[in-house]
């Protein structure tokens, strides 16, 4: 059975509304540290403790700083030991490099989240 | 793109070329172990210290996040070795490849340097009592020891606590610290390579204001290069265990003065810095900390240990004992080559285990199994060792624990002969090689002092020289020298010349809208080195990568560009790699002969280790001029005598 266009929904472009703009790849990986913007009140205490400068103030006070070169990061986790909040910061692991592990009562396996 | 509204505006005022003025008596080139300590150790003699780190001294260098072993301190009070034993014990291990002076200061200080840091606050014995009664444990010192519990060697201790110490130390000392601040080049008398060490240049990597350091004496710590064949910032970041930040500034700048190098044409396959390997200690793996975790297949097949001979080990607790069979020490040394490596082989993992996996004996993944460990060692591994190690605390014992690891429950997978084990080598592209443990550096004197004069060097700036300790007293015992030196010179004025022109030269990048970036670059940088200068060495293939590093230096060199501080900064690193990969290049052609425990073969020179060449080649530079030249092996003369003359005990 063929569907119509209109049956099919393609011609409907009422949900792509979003401007699409023309972006480059973002480098990867992109997320080394994840923050909780409930949590951190931007004191930058993580900031001041990255060896390879990764990060910058964020404009917005109280807001978390920006990692403006997370290619550049060496996952020490300095970061997260400075940070006064527990939970605001997070190390993120890059996916290609999340270990996993075996249950040995069960044989279940997990990984790094 | 400057003008587009998405980026947001630099957050630090913009100071190019903006020049500040700094003097003092010391000035300290790298906040890093070696070099907190030399500040230390020089304002306690009551110098006037100035310390310059590219990073934040509160945690930059290797070993910034932490350290979990305290090697060879041959003073500590339960060693079987004394000093000079042990060092005669390293080196002829070695077969004297290595830097007989920072490794008797290492032997001869690392308890003493150890005691100090404890009275900064530095935590180096087990003061709960969390492990009483533990066979690696000193029951009257509470310190702990790993590896060889008969001899005690090496110290077990909680690094992460070492770094905030000695910034507070630091700055109780009045020690005046320059962050975010990366040296750039050495001023010397006159403006001219070769003389006399009169200061430096910084760049601050926020604000591109132009830093002039000037000082009596200069000590450079700004560890070994790397980046040299391999560079991925796609790929390194979790798994490396040298920051971004080490790109080889100090060799550069010291070849750049004039100083000596040598030991240049030494490198190792990648293992600790793997582009597609898991995150350092943190797959399974037999590597040092690891030693007392049972490995697995996936079938839960125990994988045995053997000692020196190929004998089977009974039991976990016989790993950390010399063999039964008359050994009566063992030194944890990966990789060495050396005629006693028999005497002093540690136990290892069964080491055809590829083969057996090959013919089906054991089944892939391989597995450590934390459950069957001894609890003492449990918790010493997983959470003193993995919580200290530099750097594992966060990145492997926070993040595994927070995602649910248990070690009394779980077996953490192994990637060895899968996607790439964090420190299981396996026979593979050893084109991609590191710099690593013991390789080239500037040489030194007994007062670590370079060839040229007012210029030190502490901890893995130096040839041959490597690890925390090693960093640390060597940081310590120049601090001292270099006071003594700075009280019997003048401060020389700078040459105007020489500072311009050092400001066109580190300021080119930012005038150019486009071009190359610095990841580009040292990319293609590492090409050149893969090409010519790894696995298959020859002198015409050697010389061909010399051909494309000059090529590049004319053609690609002068289109680097940068648009802020920071990128700027590391622009100036790699052009400082293309620097440390003509040394390395040009050391390798100097040495016509292959070597076992250089790692080094020439298919045009294959005979390992002639007599006649087991010596060391130096080179250095005078005005684009290269000078080649060579050191006995044992150029320091009586260790024990020397240190005696030179130690910071008898003169500090």
Partial sequence: MRLTAQESGVNDMSKYDKQVYAKPNQVTPARPAIFNEDLCTGCNACMAACQADVFIPNPVEGKPPIILFPDECYYDGCCVEECPVEGAIRLNHPLMQKVRWKRKATGETFRVK | ?652
Wanted: charged letters at 25%; proline letters at 5%; glycine letters at 10%.
């Fill in chain 2, 1 to 652: 793109m400057s003008e587009d509204s998405s980026f947001i505006k630099w957050p630090y005022p913009i100071l190019y070329e903006q020049e500040d003025v700094v003097s003092s008596e010391v000035l300290v080139l790298g906040g890093g172990i070696a070099g907190c300590w030399a500040a230390i150790s020089a304002a306690r003699q009551g110098a006037s210290v100035v310390l310059v780190d590219k990073g934040c001294v509160i945690r930059s260098g290797c070993g910034g996040p932490g350290c979990d072993h305290w090697a060879w301190s041959g003073d500590n009070p339960a060693s079987t070795l004394d000093p000079d034993q042990m060092s005669h014990d390293l080196m002829e291990a070695r077969s004297n490849w290595t830097n007989g002076i920072t490794s008797y200061i290492n032997c001869a200080s690392g308890y003493e340097t150890l005691l100090e840091l404890e009275q900064m606050g530095g935590k180096i014995r087990d003061t709960e009592d969390e492990f009483k009664g533990a066979p690696f444990r000193d029951e009257s010192t509470k310190m702990m020891y790993a590896y060889d519990y008969e001899n005690c060697t090496i110290q077990r201790v909680w690094g992460h606590s070492f770094k905030p110490a000695l910034l507070e130390e630091l700055k109780r000392l009045g020690v005046k610290i320059y962050e975010r601040c990366q040296a750039t080049s050495l001023l010397t008398e006159n403006g001219k390579p070769g003389t006399r060490v009169i200061g430096a240049t910084g760049l601050n990597v926020q604000t591109g204001q132009f830093v002039i350091f000037k000082a009596k004496a200069t000590v450079m710590a700004m560890a070994m290069p790397t980046r040299n064949w391999v560079f991925s910032s796609e790929h390194r970041g979790v798994s490396s265990f040298k920051p971004i930040v080490n790109s080889g500034n100090g060799h550069a700048m010291a070849w750049r003065a004039g100083a000596t190098l040598t030991n240049m044409e030494r490198s190792m396959a990648l293992l600790l810095d793997g582009a597609n390997t898991y995150p350092a200690y943190g797959d399974g793996n037999n590597n040092n900390t690891w030693h007392p975790c049972n490995m697995v297949d996936a079938d839960g097949k125990e994988i045995p240990w053997v000692d020196r001979d190929g004998k089977e080990i009974p039991d976990v607790e016989s790993r950390s004992l010399p063999s039964r069979l008359g050994q009566e020490m063992f030194l944890f040394v990966p990789g060495l080559g050396g005629k006693s490596a028999y005497e002093s082989k540690p136990p290892m993992l069964l080491p055809d285990i590829q083969e057996r996996v090959l013919k089906g004996e054991y089944k892939l993944p391989l597995y450590a199994d934390l459950t069957t460990m001894p609890d003492d060692e449990r918790r010493v591994i997983w959470g003193v060792m993995v919580g200290n190690e530099s750097k594992t605390k966060t990145p492997i014992l926070k993040v595994y624990s927070d995602a649910g690891f248990d070690p009394e429950q779980d077996l953490l997978q192994s990637y060895y002969m899968l996607g790439g084990s964090s420190m299981m080598r396996e026979p593979g592209n050893i084109r991609e090689r590191m710099i690593f443990s013991g390789g080239g550096g500037v040489v030194v004197d007994w007062n670590l002092m370079t060839t040229v004069d007012g210029l030190f060097a502490a901890g893995e700036q130096i040839f041959s020289t490597n690890g925390h300790a090693s960093a640390a007293t060597t940081g310590r015992h120049v601090g001292k020298r270099m006071v003594e030196y700075a009280a019997d010179v003048n401060q020389a004025e700078l040459e105007r010349e020489q500072i311009e022109e050092e400001k066109k030269r580190i300021y080119a990048p930012i005038h150019r809208e486009n071009g190359v970036d610095w990841k580009e670059f040292n990319m293609g940088s590492c090409r050149i080195m893969q090409n010519y200068c790894s696995e298959h060495k020859t002198e015409s293939l050697m010389q061909m990568g010399i051909d494309v590093l000059d090529e590049y230096e004319r053609e690609e060199l002068p289109n680097l560009f940068a648009d802020n501080p920071h990128k700027l900064g590391r622009t100036v690193d790699v052009m400082d790699i293309i620097t440390v990969n003509r040394l390395i290049l040009n050391a390798c052609m100097m040495r016509k002969a292959s070597s076992a425990y250089l790692n080094f073969d020439r298919l045009d020179y294959p005979q390992k280790d002639p007599p006649e060449w087991h010596k060391w080649l130096t080179l250095k530079q005078k005005n684009g001029v290269i000078e080649r030249g060579e050191l006995p092996i044992d150029y320091w003369g009586s260790l024990k005598e020397n240190y005696e003359a030179h130690s910071a005990g008898k003169r500090g």
